[in-house]
């Protein structure tokens, strides 16, 4: 991440990682935070499958895992993998051979829980197809799933047995001379995650997933994980990562990019910053900001957009705002454009005219980001 000399208490110092790719998209050493969800559909059901991956891709979705329990799912997977706009991760637990199928149909990486893949012969001819169809790995560590031998050494679930899992499982890959890995140490409990990431960030330079398992609904589930996994960021820990949600894979790639839009660490569309009304407000605060939640929806391009309900913190928000409208007068409010002042319009107007402004601005950035591109071509 950029340096910030003039706001210094905004950097993060990114961790260094060793780069891999999942199939196009890399991972590790500097590469943008690649945001995943899982789909949870059948995945024999190519058609429901790949609709949901385009519905994630969509929303921004640069990676997306798909859960290949049995040779029906394997054998879906290699149309899946086809007509997927991302690179798709295979889910394996239990059956190695699902890994191998899986490696066979074009996943572009294996996320497998070595605690429950079975023996390390086993795990051996995992890494083999992998290495023969160029697929990475994900050492997919889970505090619920250890192996037996760590519950009984350590007493239960600690950040020490998921680490000493990770580089267990870290050790069988190098040893069969295979470095295409990432790894995850995930546990519900947030406590427990993060301290068994700090763990692993130092035992490893390793590309890290980060993820709070079964963080549970929308709302809460959201919250959890902007915790434990914004804590990790925060510390520059992490190269990819998923927020999982018991809701629509869509809310938890937005759930992934708010997490990230809020540490700076990457931007996506448009960040919008509204204040959360009260009895002073000049218009319908949460219903404008609701509306324009959905109809900015489109806009890829990072940006941002200030919506606050009257001037006591109107004008100050809209200093630091591509787009800003404040209201506070009879039945209208002042739009800024760029920080600065530039008229008033009427709050009757105002959606329309502030979408309009939004993808004026888009296209503006756009095109500048273009001309740069080619300039230093
Ligand atoms: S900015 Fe104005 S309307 Fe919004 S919460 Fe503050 S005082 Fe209320």
Redesign the pocket.
């Given at each position: 991440m950029s340096h910030n000399p003039v706001r210094p208490w905004r950097n993060i110092d990114r961790r260094k990682s060793r780069r891999i790719m999942v199939g196009s998209v890399p991972v590790g050493d500097g590469a943008p935070i690649s945001v995943q969800t899982m789909t949870n559909t059948d995945t024999s059901d190519v058609a429901a499958t790949v609709a949901q991956i385009q519905r994630s891709a969509d929303a921004g979705a640069d990676i997306v895992r798909v859960s290949t329990p049995d040779e029906s799912s394997t054998r879906a997977l290699r149309e899946i993998v086809r007509e997927s706009p991302v690179p798709i991760v295979a889910d394996i637990h239990f059956h190695y051979r699902r890994a191998i199928e899986a490696a066979e149909a074009g996943a572009a990486c294996l996320r497998i829980n070595p605690g429950n893949i079975g023996s390390a012969d086993r795990v051996r001819e995992v890494i083999r197809a992998a290495k023969d169809h160029g697929c990475s790995i994900r050492i997919g560590v889970n505090a619920g799933s250890l192996e037996r031998h760590l519950l009984e050494k350590y007493g239960e679930p600690c950040p020490e047995a998921m680490v000493e899992s990770g580089l267990d499982h870290i050790r069988l890959l190098e040893d069969n001379d295979f470095h295409e890995y990432k790894i995850s140490v995930k546990a519900s409990d947030v406590f427990l995650a993060a301290a068994a990431y700090q763990g692993i960030a130092e035992a490893t330079d390793a590309p890290i997933h980060l993820g709070i398992t079964e963080a549970g609904g929308l709302t809460s589930g959201t919250i959890k994980s902007a915790i434990g996994l914004g804590n990790l960021l925060w510390m520059g820990i992490g190269d990819t990562l998923r927020v999982s949600l018991s809701a629509d894979p869509v809310e938890e790639v937005k759930a992934g990019f708010e997490i990230l839009k809020a540490l700076g660490l990457r931007h996506r569309g448009v960040n919008i910053i509204s204040?959360?009304?009260?009895a002073?407000?000049g218009f319908d605060?949460i219903k404008t900001v609701e509306i324009l939640e959905e109809r900015l929806e489109h806009v890829k391009t990072p940006m941002s957009l200030s919506i606050?309900?009257?001037v006591?913190?109107?004008p100050g928000e809209a200093l630091m705002t591509d787009v800003g409208f404040t209201?506070g007068g009879a039945g209208n409010g002042m739009v800024y454009l760029a920080g600065k002042q530039s008229h008033r319009m009427s709050n009757a107007q105002m959606i329309d005219h502030i979408v309009e402004q939004v993808e004026k601005k888009a296209a503006e950035i756009e095109a500048r980001s273009a001309a740069e591109t080619q300039a230093a071509e």
């Open positions: 204040c959360p009304s009260c002073r407000q605060v606050i309900g009257c006591v913190n109107g209201g």
